[in-house]
């Protein structure tokens, strides 16, 4: 059971943090939930990086709301809404998981994650060394086609992005869930998630090749879609 | 003297090279094989075309209780400020 986003609430999607934010203090309960509608799945998603189970992840989700509702008063806007909205779920994420004395502490998931051999294609995509042009794409990528970006924002494949998500090892899925989907710059991703920038990097780099190795059946060929 | 960078190097360097993040030497030496590698520049378009995909996806769904009890939240919020 879910609930869509009423026709209504697409006014604001165009409006600043300062309008929002206004009307939140204000007590407008549309633009509340429009705000829970838009940013609560990832923080889910975000949450659940750090937590054991979802039941546990929409605590925190619920936690980190009503501590938007208690810091809105103090908010002042030197990052965006969005940005603190992310940084709010990720401490109580943070709390919460060390609270529950996860077994597998960040640094050593992102260490294993990072160090691991990891190739961002497959290493069969490329000539190896007896053949005419080693180290060259022996089978290059298939053409995405005109405006994948328009395809990519459709249903279906905003859910196969979705489950790309859900299916990458732990650390990429956070760091990607930070930088790309929350936004938020990498010297933020680094101080919350304690990793180096290198390190943030190179999971970010593996997160996103492997969400386009997912994405790609999908864009070529143009019968998948 | 500038080492090779094959397609097989390339793959791993965009998100460095779309954060700013290469020696101003590998950014030139990447860009020069993008002109003539075909292979590599559709990469390139993917990566690119994928990552702004996730700087564009929002909220899928959310639960509907959960909605409702942060609505409660959010009514008991304003009732105490
Ligand atoms: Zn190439």
Redesign the interface.
């Known amino acids: ?5 009423d026709e209504g609430d697409e006014r604001y999607s165009g409006l600043g943090d300062e309008t929002v934010l206004a009307q939140l203090r204000a ?1 407008d ?1 549309s633009a ?2 429009w705000l ?7 923080m889910h998603k975000i949450a659940r990086a750090y937590v054991r189970d979802d039941a546990t992840a ?1 605590d925190v ?2 936690e980190a ?2 501590g938007v ?2 810091g ?2 103090a908010f002042e806007g030197r990052s965006s809404l969005r940005g603190w909205i992310f940084t709010i779920v990720v401490n109580r994420a943070k709390t919460r998981g060390v609270r529950e004395a996860r077994s597998v502490p960040f640094s050593a998931l992102a260490r294993d994650e990072s160090e691991r051999d990891d ?3 497959a ?1 069969d995509r ?1 000539a190896g060394p007896g053949e005419e042009w ?4 022996r089978a ?5 086609g005109d405006r ?2 328009e395809r ?2 459709r249903r279906e494949l ?2 196969r ?2 489950a790309a998500i859900d299916a990458l090892p732990p650390a990429q899925r956070t760091v ?1 869930l930070l930088r ?2 929350a ?1 938020q710059p ?1 010297a933020e991703v680094c101080n919350v998630l304690e990793l180096s ?1 290198t390190n943030a ?1 190179v999971l ?2 593996r997160a ?2 492997k ?2 190795r997912s ?2 059946p999908y ?1 070529t060929g143009g019968s998948a879609v | 003297m500038m080492a ?1 960078l ?4 390339l ?2 360097l ?3 090279y779309f ?1 700013g ?1 290469l020696s101003p030497d590998n950014a030139a030496r990447l860009e020069a094989h993008l002109t003539e ?4 520049t ?2 390139v ?3 690119h ?16 209780a ?2 409702e ?3 409660a ?3 008991a ?2 009732a105490g ?1």
């Open positions: 059971m879910s609930v869509r986003l007590g309960e509340f939930l829970v509608d838009r940013y609560a799945p990832a929409e989700v619920q709301w009503l509702l208690r809105l008063a190739p961002s294609v290493a490329f080693p180290r060259h794409w290059e990528p298939e053409s995405w994948p970006e990519l924002m905003r859910e992005i979705d990607v790309d989907i936004g990498t920038e990097r970010l780099h996103r090749a969400i386009r994405l790609d864009l | 090779d094959d397609c097989i190097d793959v791993e965009t998100t460095d954060e993040r590698c075909d292979g590599c559709e990469f378009r993917q990566m075309v994928t990552q702004d995909a996730l700087g564009r996806i929002d909220a899928e769904v959310v639960p509907a959960g909605r009890r942060l609505l939240a959010f009514r919020w304003k400020s």
